[in-house]
Nanobody, 124 residues
């Protein structure tokens, strides 16, 4: 079992930055593929970013966030981050992290474990 807790969301002006954290308990995340997804009101959940196990190192980003968002790991803290720069109003959504015992999932949303989400609101 893996428990995931997102934090770091909030309100920010367009062009600003936020760093989301996904802290885990129950298992060490270094051997888990991790993903970030978001869901805006009235819209379907969409892929944001993914990172493979520490050994594999693969990363992938949605075209809408590529160049602005960065996913990373801190193995000592058993935490995965999503650094979000140059935020736009269209980035407003609830952001979720997810974990899977497989090595790499790419854009797939078929993760075993999901966090509760954290709200990000970007004003213009």
């Amino acid at each position: 079992q893996v428990q995931l807790v997102e934090s770091g969301g909030g309100w920010v002006q367009a062009g600003g930055s936020l760093r989301l954290s996904c802290a885990a308990s129950g298992r060490t995340l270094s051997r888990y593929a991790m993903g970030w997804f978001r869901q805006a009101p009235g819209k379907e959940r969409e892929f944001v970013a993914a990172i493979a196990t520490t050994a594999a190192r693969n990363t992938m980003y949605a075209g809408s966030v590529k160049g602005r968002f960065t996913v990373s790991r801190d193995t000592a803290k058993n935490t995965v981050y999503l650094q979000m720069n140059s935020l736009k109003p269209e980035d407003t959504a609830v952001y979720y992290c997810a974990a899977d015992s497989r090595i790499w999932l790419g854009t797939s949303d078929e993760y075993e474990y999901w966090g509760q989400g954290t709200q990000v609101t970007v004003s213009s």
